[in-house]
């Protein structure tokens, strides 16, 4: 197939879409108004996990999977390692009331078929050796690593140029100009492209790239302020979570990262000393030795969250071949490799392996309507 | 005099006359006992015993020894007591402190005792200063003398900042004229300022990490988080040293001009046997004398600046004769002690046998502070870096916020104190102590004195502006990031890969992510991106600024905030 496919958004999303067209034999362009993973991809978290409740959407868990295994296997493909670390996660409760539904969502991850282990406090700390005597409870799943987020982007666009495809820095999309069913162009700050496919993925920012076609859609910006320390020797493989979606990794280099809550503060890019404080708090008395490290930065990303927590993925409805793939919150890194084979799929195919339609982009307002 | 004990060579590296220090310590580097003295740095002591290799770096596991001397780099880390990655160079010994050298990142002993959370503490007051130099002490008393109650902050532990240095309290002075002009200089104007100290207090070992809400400011302090709302902010934190790399520049030996004069003047300590000063301004020249003065083997100092651009500037040096007669007389000196003064041009190579190599391209300004309360900047091609705008009052364009000094934009410690009396002034009248009638008649002999000085100054400035020349010796093969121990192939090859933009160089390279956040690295990589890749200045957007200013301690976080 020669078609031209323009992918707006040089982030995670964007990079694994050209990396999956690119490998079906299409002609991919992707276009970044700033740099590579300049937006959530570049402040993620990259923890990749394989873990579900009652609750999970059953589709959700599928390409989670997919994409847990296929990131795995990928790394052979690029340039560079991934640093992926695979330690396994523990999930801690630090109080008798997080211990309890500690024990609820072991029982349920169980029963899901996931090879979890619920652990009482000593036999986590000898499990765990980082962590101190306020943990209570805690949920061993192996099924889980993490990666460096940025190695990640670098190595799907590397893979993809090598593979024919072309990006450009630095350009920012006005607009998509669509006619009947096709895409007419691609309106820029530096000029006009045409393309036969367009996929959209903008992250955050993707309800400002859409109002020239008349769709909304609610993804909004969550905010999540990280603390970097400085760098040790390696101490730990795992990744520790805590409630409120604070958790603790230490990266390849050395690094500990602590993060993060979900705030929706606009694109307010700041600190608050209310979030760093409250997360220094819990996790050193959670992981005693990090009030002995120094706080080396700060900063925050903002991720891609939609009305209904699931990402956005399939083809707009009055325009075929413009494909949004965006509103993954905070899985957008481990969610990657499926959502850029799903959309390769759905343009070389015309229909993909795994069922996307609980993703798609007018459930909003098939929602709204009933 | 000098009781030859152990190796002759190492004992000399103290400075004896005209001070006492202070009583005898003992100890321990990696089992061996050594005698310190109270009121020295781990980093002098280990000069002093001739240890100059400190750690070898995590990356490369490369030699690093002293290279900044005030705190910076992180270059001189050593594990204290069980506590790795702390700075040698600021920290002062203690009696029974046990010390290891690093290899690789520093290791931390698990059965140490937690330190404690810290307490958070609201302060408010009418105006505070950031930095104790020449123009944050000048601006402190130019406020206090008219009733003003002012805080000034500093990031040592005693105020002078780096011109006007004072000893520790434990060394004894016998005699100050030994200890240069700027000595007894900083000890009048830190003595005018003891007189107004039921006025003036002053913080040492505070530091601004960080700025909440647009102006509240965060400060570490002892075992404190304390959040400081004040009406007026003067800002006066300074420049450090321009970052050269050069092949073999993260050696143990090499080490800022500047560095070295801190040596010198805040521990007595010799920086080296045989020095090689190279680089550009005048701050080469004032520390050749100093070494001078106290026995080191000046080999040479090779100056890049060219005598003939001296002369089409003799107008505006003649402003200020004095200042221009002393200049001459270091060269003058220089001379008659037969050390060769060389003028470096690119191309022509000379090599000298040398202990100790002292680099110093000229000063940048810090700006982080200004850059976090939201001040306009502009790049400066004759200072080679951002400064904040500012007006005739050293208002910036956010209001109460004010600059002076050399974070205003590299000046000189006579600008610095002009400049201070002026922002001090305007941020009493801000803060409502003074009329500001008051401010402009009381100001108006400083401003005077101001424009004269500066055009003196732009001069020197001009004379010594670095040129595109002195980074043509970074091969690909030179470390630029010396955190992180990336060299500038890497950085090269990613900024072809990529975009020119400074965040995108730091994701991809690591550049910038060590201890010093890019303060050593990134007016390299903006170097290079203007001369090699041709990006206007204009164009050049500084990383994002972040908290926090300096690693600080995780435990300090560790407080219930209230919002």
């Known amino acids: 197939m020669n078609e031209q496919v323009i992918i707006i958004g040089g982030g995670v999303i964007g990079t694994a879409c050209a990396y999956f067209l690119s490998r079906r034999g299409l002609e991919v362009h992707v276009l970044e108004r700033n740099h590579l993973g300049a937006g959530a991809s570049g402040a993620a978290a990259a923890i990749i996990e394989d873990i579900s409740s009652s609750d999970t959407p059953e589709w959700l868990r599928i390409l989670g999977l997919e994409s847990y295994r296929l990131i795995l296997e990928l790394e052979d493909d690029f340039e560079q390692p991934l640093e992926i670390i695979r330690g396994g996660s523990l999930h801690v409760a630090l109080n008798e009331q997080e211990a309890s539904e500690i024990y609820l969502f072991s029982k349920e991850a169980q029963g899901m078929g996931h090879n979890c282990e619920l652990l009482n406090g000593p036999e986590a700390r000898r499990l765990e050796p980082l962590l101190g005597p306020k943990v209570q409870a805690a949920l061993y799943n192996p099924a889980c690593y993490h990666v460096n987020p940025f190695r990640l982007c670098e190595g799907y666009l590397h893979a993809a140029l090598c593979r024919g495809a072309r990006i450009d820095y630095g350009i920012s999309v006005r607009s998509v100009q669509v006619r009947n069913d096709r895409i007419e162009r691609v309106v820029t700050d530096q000029g006009d492209f045409d393309a036969d496919w367009v996929v959209v993925a903008t992250g955050a920012y993707t309800p400002q790239v859409l109002p020239s076609i008349g769709i909304k859609i609610p993804i909004f910006p969550a905010r999540g302020q990280v603390i970097v320390t400085e760098a040790c020797p390696q101490m730990t493989q795992r990744v520790l979570m805590f409630f409120n979606h604070l958790y603790i990794k230490q990266t390849a280099s050395g690094n500990f990262y602590l993060g993060s809550h979900t705030e929706f503060a606009g694109f307010e890019n700041r600190i608050t000393l209310e979030k760093i404080t409250t997360y220094a708090h819990v996790l050193a008395h959670a992981v005693p030795i990090l009030a002995r490290l120094k706080g080396l930065r700060f900063f925050a990303g903002f991720r891609p969250i939609s009305v209904d927590d699931l990402p956005v993925i399939g083809p707009v409805p009055n325009c075929p071949r413009l494909i949004i793939a965006s509103g993954h919150g905070r899985t957008g890194i481990h969610y990657s490799a499926s959502t850029g084979k799903a959309v390769s799929e759905l343009i070389v195919d015309g229909k993909t392996e795994l069922p996307i339609d609980v993703f798609s982009v007018d459930r909003f307002e098939k929602q709204s309507e009933l | ?563």
């Open chain 2, 1 to 563: 005099m000098n009781k030859i004990t152990g190796d002759s060579l190492t004992q000399n590296l103290r400075i004896q006359t005209g001070i006492k220090r202070g009583q005898v310590v003992e100890i321990d580097i990696e089992g061996r006992t050594v005698r310190a003295h109270e009121g020295e740095t781990i980093g002098a002591v280990l000069a002093a015993s001739g240890i100059r290799k400190i750690r070898l770096s995590p990356h490369g596991q490369d030699p690093r020894g002293m290279y900044c001397c005030m705190g910076l780099c992180h270059d001189c880390l050593v594990t204290v007591d069980g506590q790795p990655n702390v700075r040698a160079c600021v920290t002062p010994v203690q009696a029974g402190q046990q010390i290891t050298l690093q290899k690789g990142l520093g290791r931390f002993d698990t059965d140490l005792p937690q330190p404690p959370s810290a307490r958070l503490v609201h302060h408010h007051v009418p105006l505070v200063i950031i930095g104790g130099g020449p123009a944050g002490l000048s601006a402190a008393i130019a406020a206090a003398r008219w009733g003003g109650q002012v805080l000034v902050i500093d990031e040592n532990s005693q105020p002078g900042g780096q011109i006007y240095r004072q000893l520790p309290h434990t060394f004894q002075v016998n005699n100050p004229a030994t200890l240069g002009l700027d000595y007894l200089e900083g000890q009048s104007l830190l003595s005018e300022l003891a007189k107004m100290s039921d006025r003036v207090t002053i913080w040492g070992d505070a530091q601004v990490w960080s700025v909440f809400n647009s102006r509240q400011l965060a400060v570490a302090r002892n075992d404190e988080l304390v959040l400081l709302d004040a009406k007026a902010i003067v800002v006066a934190t300074g420049a450090y040293e321009r970052p050269v790399p050069v092949p073999g520049g993260t050696l143990p030996g090499v080490m800022t001009v500047g560095g070295a004069q801190v040596l010198l003047k805040s521990q007595r300590i010799r920086p080296g046997h045989r020095v090689l000063l190279a680089g550009t301004g005048p701050l080469q020249l004032v520390v050749a004398n100093q070494m001078l003065d106290v026995g080191v083997d000046v080999v040479s100092v090779a100056e890049s600046a060219s005598t003939r651009d001296a002369w089409r500037y003799i107008f505006d040096l003649l402003h200020h004769p004095r200042l221009l007669m002393h200049g001459l007389g270091y060269l003058r000196r220089l001379k008659r002690h037969g050390i060769p003064l060389l003028r470096s041009h690119v191309g022509n190579t000379k090599a000298f046998d040398v202990d100790t190599v002292c680099i110093g391209y000229g000063l940048i300004p810090s700006i982080w502070l200004t850059n976090m309360l939201g001040c306009k900047h502009a790049y400066n091609p004759l200072v080679g870096g951002w400064v904040p705008y500012f007006d005739n009052n050293m208002q910036t364009d956010q209001e109460g916020v004010f600059v002076a000094g050399d974070g205003a934009g590299v000046a000189g410690a006579l600008v610095a104190r002009k400049q201070g009396t002026i922002a001090g002034l305007f941020a009493a009248a801000y803060a409502g102590v003074i009329a500001t009638g008051q401010a402009e008649r009381i100001g108006l002999l400083a401003r005077k004195q101001l424009m004269s000085l500066q055009k003196f100054r732009r001069a020197v400035d001009c004379i010594y502006q670095t040129y595109p020349a002195i980074y043509r010796n970074v091969t690909d093969d030179t470390v630029v990031c010396r955190c992180e121990g990336v060299k500038a192939g890497v950085i090269r090859r990613a900024i072809k890969k990529g975009t020119t933009d400074l965040n995108d160089v730091k994701k991809r390279t690591r550049t910038g992510m060590g201890y010093c956040q890019g303060a050593n690295c990134m007016p390299t990589v903006a170097a290079m991106l203007s001369h090699e890749f041709r990006v206007k200045a204009e164009e050049i957007k500084m990383t994002t600024t972040r908290p926090p200013f300096r690693p600080i301690p995780m435990n300090l976080l560790m407080v219930e905030a209230d919002s």
